[in-house]
């Protein structure tokens, strides 16, 4: 059933993500759902394809499912089953890199930022994930966290309570894993050529062109 799963989403990817993406016309970022497998939810209800996120919504996969949010053509966020995200904020202002930063309270997910400049960040509960352009990885569940890096660099540092222990901060290059146990960082080391992969399919997606026709369309069915 996963492996049934992963083909369709990779497959579905390659066909339908070849168009491009707008900002909203506030001038700011949307977040839409763009693609999804299986039962996904936004707090407590249904998702579909083409529903857009506010801040705070919390985004949760069940088993065997996924979904893909988008932010403009930013940068999108993969998440995986049995995972769940919180959107803390997704701003853009005028000539200023957009911010995007995310929760991800338990699971798995795969970012990819398209715009270099963007300031997006992946938070856990032990650990904070920047980039400014990149492919990479997240993997938490309690007090262990795994961040793999498929291309650009990352910065990974330790938080307590919010507050970034950015001495403590270690840079990721290309093709390198970190872990946290506990949180304790430890040292970087090659991702495994199974899981590099994975990875690669995942990179695969791109952004969505004429994303505002999605967000109608899913405006409709709600008012049918």
Same mark, same amino acid.
């Given at each position: 059933?996963?492996?049934?799963?992963f %083909?369709?989403?990779?497959?579905?990817?390659?066909i339908?993500?070849?168009?491009? %993406?707008?900002?909203?016309?506030?001038?700011? /970022?949307?977040?839409?759902?763009?693609?999804?497998?299986g039962?996904?939810?936004?707090?407590?209800?249904?998702?579909?394809?083409?529903?857009?996120?506010?801040?705070?919504?919390?985004?949760?996969?069940?088993?065997?499912?996924?979904?893909?949010?988008?932010?403009?053509?930013?940068?999108?966020?993969? @998440?995986?089953?049995?995972?769940?995200?919180?959107?803390?904020?997704?701003?853009?202002?005028?000539?200023?890199?957009?911010?995007?930063?995310?929760?991800?309270?338990?699971?798995?997910?795969?970012?990819?930022?398209?715009?270099?400049?963007?300031?997006?960040? @992946?938070?856990?509960?032990?650990?904070?994930?920047?980039?400014r352009?990149?492919?990479?990885?997240?993997?938490?569940?309690?007090?262990?966290?795994?961040?793999? /890096?498929?291309?650009?660099k990352?910065a @990974?540092?330790?938080?307590?309570?919010?507050?970034?222990?950015?001495?403590?901060?270690?840079? /990721?290059?290309a093709?390198?894993?970190?872990?946290?146990?506990?949180?304790?960082?430890?040292?970087?080391?090659?991702?495994?050529?199974?899981?590099?992969?994975?990875?690669?399919?995942?990179?695969?997606?791109?952004? @969505?062109?004429?994303?505002?026709?999605?967000?109608?369309?899913?405006?409709?069915?709600?008012?049918?």
């Amino acid at each position: 059933m996963k492996k049934y799963i992963f %083909c369709l989403f990779v497959f579905t990817l390659m066909i339908s993500f070849s168009w491009s %993406c707008k900002p909203s016309k506030k001038g700011g /970022l949307s977040a839409v759902i763009t693609f999804m497998v299986g039962k996904v939810q936004v707090n407590t209800k249904k998702a579909t394809i083409g529903i857009k996120l506010n801040v705070n919504d919390i985004v949760k996969t069940a088993e065997n499912s996924i979904a893909t949010i988008q932010f403009s053509n930013s940068s999108v966020i993969t @998440v995986r089953s049995n995972s769940q995200i919180k959107l803390e904020q997704f701003v853009a202002k005028e000539n200023m890199p957009s911010k995007i930063s995310l929760f991800q309270q338990k699971g798995k997910t795969f970012s990819k930022v398209f715009i270099k400049g963007t300031d997006y960040k @992946v938070k856990t509960s032990t650990i904070i994930a920047a980039v400014r352009g990149t492919s990479f990885s997240v993997d938490t569940k309690e007090k262990f966290v795994k961040v793999s /890096l498929l291309k650009g660099k990352v910065a @990974v540092a330790p938080s307590d309570k919010g507050k970034i222990k950015k001495e403590k901060t270690v840079i /990721l290059s290309a093709g390198q894993k970190i872990k946290s146990v506990d949180k304790k960082i430890e040292q970087p080391k090659k991702i495994e050529k199974k899981e590099k992969e994975i990875l690669e399919q995942f990179n695969k997606i791109s952004v @969505v062109r004429e994303i505002k026709k999605i967000e109608d369309t899913a405006s409709s069915k709600v008012k049918d």
